[in-house]
């Protein structure tokens, strides 16, 4: 099995990445202990926070976590986030030479898109996994209607995904959800409330395989 489908496996099994974005490195590691306990093993370091390389080559010590790059806009940032350790890489926006470049090393590309053109092009390029962002300005409908004429691919919501809508998600056809802040959250983050972030997770997780 190639890391990319051991990947993606690993994603179906729960249904849920974590997204995680301005989370400080000193409490990176606990943050991601706290989603492992509630069920959410994937997680997404975004290259916009300080010290996202260092956080993602850190969390290789963790067991049974699958951790990657979010918000990696070009082929050299991936180049940098695989370097040290991503297992997949994904971005707000479709960019060809970002999917070929993780797809030579056996790393998920999971560019972004909203249109069904950019949807299809994403296909042509080869990423197994597509990113609909920002999901909730058009809702789980829109995924359903984007699976009807492009059926069989694999679809990851972004951006208001919540507990109330993931179930919807996920019944439209959704492949998994991508959750943010509020899941991995800094304040709570920041205040040690791992028993918050671990009950978020479980949620999120009993929504998604409900």
């Not at 789980?140 to 059926?151: A, E, F, Q, R, W």
């Amino acid at each position: 099995m190639s890391r990319i489908e051991s990947v993606l496996q690993r994603i179906a099994q729960h249904k849920v990445i974590s997204i995680m974005r301005g989370i400080e490195q000193p409490y990176a590691l606990d943050t991601i202990k706290a989603l492992a306990d509630g069920g959410i093993d994937v997680v997404e370091v975004t290259m916009n926070t300080p010290g996202a390389l260092s956080i993602i080559e850190a969390a290789q010590t963790l067991d049974g976590i699958i951790v990657g790059a979010g918000t990696v806009l070009d082929e050299e940032m991936a180049r940098q986030a695989i370097e040290s350790g991503a297992q997949f890489a994904l971005a707000p926006t479709l960019d060809v030479q970002m999917i070929a470049y993780c797809l030579t090393r056996d790393i998920l590309p999971v560019p972004g898109i909203f249109t069904p053109t950019e949807l299809y092009t994403a296909h042509k390029a080869g990423a197994p996994l597509i990113k609909v962002f920002p999901a909730a300005s058009v809702g789980p409908s829109y995924v359903k209607d984007l699976l009807g004429p492009l059926d069989g691919m694999k679809l990851l919501p972004v951006g208001g995904v919540s507990v109330e809508n993931t179930a919807a998600f996920i019944k439209a056809g959704s492949y998994a959800v991508g959750v943010g802040s509020y899941l991995a959250n800094p304040a709570l983050a920041a205040s040690g409330d791992w028993k918050s972030i671990t009950a978020r997770a479980r949620a999120f997780v009993e929504a998604a395989i409900s």
